[in-house]
């Protein structure tokens, strides 16, 4: 007989209507019914509802929700990308009181992805873990109240997904868990993430390509990899991201703070982004653009890059670390990042002295006010040549 791992307040109200793409609530769980009852979950069963989900219909957590303990419990049979999958679905609220527990730390030991452990040692980390909780094609999603913790890999991620609302989620997992990004976005758009509090071992917001139209408000982050955009265009592949706000955020004790990261070789452009009234505190690389961006040394230098445009970062105000300069603009060699515009942008050292030697490689924009430190770096105008054809192409 399978082991109970967790208990669930669940309710389901599902309306199947004659006509229409199928919907799918995946679980691997061993659940009774789906009305309005309380369900026990076992690392087994893979549940399927078909249909379009009704405006009025929500799945409920008010319990401790947990998934196989680690690869060795995790059936053969099942998906090891992900636990949870909302596929399909339409008006739906995912709510509750309760905990997603995600057992991650079996996952975390995996001998396959090296990342950093205490001291500067290099530690063993997951090969194909799941993400905890996944939407896929789906629309009008509202996630609220839950807290979730320990994911194998990423906590949420929402693919192909269309009107996403977010508010007061807790995500936590151990500083030097591997993966273990917060929340997930790619292919997706219209969507709100706000009043949330998020600590984990890598990005704790992430944007990926095809994402347009988020704004993110009153997230608390750290300690993390910060809030991300991207990585973008790897393996030579195209990317479009544009129109993003975040402001009014908070972000601690982290690797990054406000980051966009690209590949080498990449096509495509990032547009229309925008950073203001976020409070850094002992945070290294407070502000970073990458487009060198590689996971080993080599990574040979190509003439394609992600095109960066219309990016404005106004009153980031805190202390950073000072083992790295607080701002930080790595742009392509042959497709300069432009139009980038800082405004009371305050950045002290958390202790010791003050490093006042900014980065700059091929970057064009505009201070409004003078920035601290001075980023002297930051060429005026524009360059010879816009990529305007990578505009074009998003």
């Given at each position: 007989m399978l082991p109970i791992l967790g208990q669930l307040e669940m309710e389901i109200r599902m309306k199947l209507p004659p006509s229409g793409l199928p919907?799918?609530?995946?679980?691997?769980?061993?659940t009774v019914s789906f009305w309005s009852l309380r369900a026990l979950f076992s690392p087994s069963l893979l549940q399927s509802f078909p249909g379009r989900a009704s405006p009025d219909s929500f799945s409920r957590v008010d319990g401790v929700l947990m998934p196989p303990d680690?690869?060795?419990?995790?059936?053969?049979?099942?998906?090891?990308?992900?636990?949870?999958?909302?596929?399909?679905?339409?008006?739906?609220?995912?709510?509750?009181?309760?905990?997603?527990?995600?057992?991650?730390?079996?996952?975390w030991d995996l001998p396959c992805k090296p990342h950093r452990g205490p001291n500067g040692a290099t530690l063993p980390g997951p090969c194909n873990s799941p993400a905890m909780i996944r939407f896929f094609m789906s629309s009008n999603l509202v996630v609220s109240g839950l807290r979730i913790k320990n994911s194998p890999q990423f906590h949420m991620k929402f693919d192909g997904c269309q009107g996403v609302l977010i508010n007061e989620l807790s995500i936590s997992s151990p500083k030097l868990s591997p993966n273990t990004d917060g929340i997930h976005i790619e292919n997706t758009q219209s969507v709100g993430i706000y009043n949330s509090i998020i600590a984990n071992g890598d990005d704790c917001i992430s944007i990926g390509t095809g994402c347009s139209d988020v704004d993110i408000e009153g997230v608390t982050c750290g300690p993390s990899h910060g809030i991300s955009i991207g990585s973008l265009g790897p393996h030579n592949s195209h990317a479009c991201v544009s129109n993003i706000t975040v402001r009014n955020a908070f972000i601690k004790n982290s690797d990054n703070g406000l980051r966009i990261k690209t590949w080498q070789g990449g096509s495509g452009s990032v547009s229309g982004l925008s950073f203001e009234n976020?409070?850094?505190?002992?945070?290294?690389?407070?502000?970073?653009?990458?487009?060198?961006?590689?996971?080993?040394?080599?990574?040979?230098?190509?003439?394609?890059?992600?095109?960066?445009?219309?990016?404005?970062?106004?009153?980031?105000?805190?202390t950073y670390d000072v083992r790295s300069p607080p701002i930080h603009f790595a742009c392509s060699d042959t497709v300069a990042c432009t139009n980038i515009t800082m405004s009371e942008v305050e950045l002290l050292p958390y202790e010791g002295v003050l490093v006042d030697d900014p980065f700059c490689w091929n970057a064009y924009g505009t201070q409004e006010t003078i920035t601290i430190p001075p980023i002297d770096c930051l060429q005026d105008g524009m360059p010879q040549s816009v990529a305007e054809n990578y505009l074009s192409g998003c």
């Open positions: 919907g799918r609530l995946l679980a691997k769980s061993k680690g690869p060795d419990c995790w059936p053969e049979s099942d998906s090891d990308k992900q636990w949870l999958v909302f596929y399909r679905l339409d008006s739906m609220s995912f709510t509750g009181t309760g905990t997603i527990e995600g057992n991650g730390q079996k996952w976020i409070e850094m505190e002992n945070v290294r690389n407070c502000v970073i653009v990458d487009q060198y961006y590689c996971l080993t040394k080599a990574c040979r230098n190509q003439t394609s890059a992600v095109y960066l445009t219309d990016v404005t970062f106004r009153n980031i105000k805190g």
